[in-house]
T-cell receptor
C-alpha cells in the first residue's frame, strides 16, 4: 500500500518560465513506480512521465523532468519553458507492491500566465 | 485506434434511480478499473477487474456494482443513486500486470445526481 501527498492545491507560472510541482509519497515497499498525470480542461488523463524506484537517474520527457529523492520520498515534476498548453491539473500517483493499485494525490491546478 | 471509450460523457439523474456507466476497450486489456474524481480527493479506486468474471473492491465500493462478462466491457452501476455520488467517473485499463506501464484512461463521465 502507499499514500501520495500533494500539498499545494494551486500554482501559477509565467509563460516560458520553469515551475516545479511537489509530491511526496510513503510506502514500505522497495519496488514501486511513480507517475505524473496531466488533466487538461478536456478531462482526459494523460501520462506525462514515470519513474521506476530502482532507477537512480531522474526521468525526463522533453520539457518535463522529475526530481526523485528516494530517501526523502519526494517526487517533484519540473516543467521547463512553460507553455499555455501546460495549464491543467496535475496528479502525482504511485504504485507499490505486487497487490497494489495506482494511488493518486489530490492534484494541483497549474495556471500559465501569458 | 478506438482505445477506451466511456459513455455517456454527461449524465444527470435523480436520487434513488439506477444508472449505469459504460466502459468499452478495444485492446483486449486484461485489467480494468473504475475511479471517481472529486475535488480535494483526487482519484479514488471504486472497483477493478483482472479478467472477465473476476472483479474486486477498491477503496470506495459502497453503493456501486460492477460486472465483466466480456473482456472488453466493464460497466459500473449505481443501484440507487445518491447526491454524494455526484462525481466524474473514469475507466482505465492495463494490458497485463505491469505497473511500470501506466494506466490508459477513458475520457470520463460527469455524473450529477439531483
Amino acid at each position: 500500500a502507499q499514500t501520495v501527498t500533494q500539498s499545494q492545491p494551486e500554482m501559477s507560472v509565467q509563460e516560458a518560465e520553469t515551475v516545479t510541482l511537489s509530491c511526496t509519497y510513503d510506502t514500505s515497499e522497495s519496488d514501486y513506480y511513480l507517475f505524473w498525470y496531466k488533466q487538461p480542461p478536456s478531462r482526459q488523463m494523460i501520462l506525462v512521465i514515470r519513474q521506476e524506484a530502482y532507477k537512480q537517474q531522474n526521468a525526463t520527457e522533453n520539457r518535463f523532468s522529475v526530481n526523485f529523492q528516494k530517501a526523502a520520498k519526494s517526487f517533484s515534476l519540473k516543467i521547463s519553458d512553460s507553455q499555455l498548453g501546460d495549464a491543467a491539473m496535475y496528479f502525482c500517483a504511485a504504485w507499490a507492491g505486487a497487490n497494489s493499485k495506482l494511488t493518486f494525490g489530490k492534484g494541483i491546478t497549474l495556471s500559465v500566465r501569458p | 485506434d478506438a482505445g477506451i471509450t466511456q459513455s455517456p460523457r454527461y449524465k444527470i439523474t435523480e436520487t434513488g434511480r439506477q444508472v449505469t456507466l459504460m466502459c468499452h476497450q478495444t485492446w483486449s486489456h486484461s485489467y480494468m478499473f473504475w475511479y471517481r474524481q472529486d475535488l480535494g480527493h483526487g482519484l479514488r479506486l471504486i472497483y477493478y477487474s483482472a479478467a472477465a468474471d473476476i472483479t474486486d473492491k477498491g477503496e470506495v465500493p459502497d453503493g456501486y456494482v460492477v460486472s465483466r462478462s466480456k473482456t472488453e466491457n466493464f460497466p459500473l452501476t449505481l443501484e440507487s443513486a445518491t447526491r454524494s455520488q455526484t462525481s466524474v467517473y473514469f475507466c482505465a485499463s492495463l494490458p497485463y500486470w505491469a505497473p511500470n506501464y501506466g494506466y490508459t484512461f477513458g475520457s470520463g463521465t460527469r455524473l450529477t445526481v439531483v
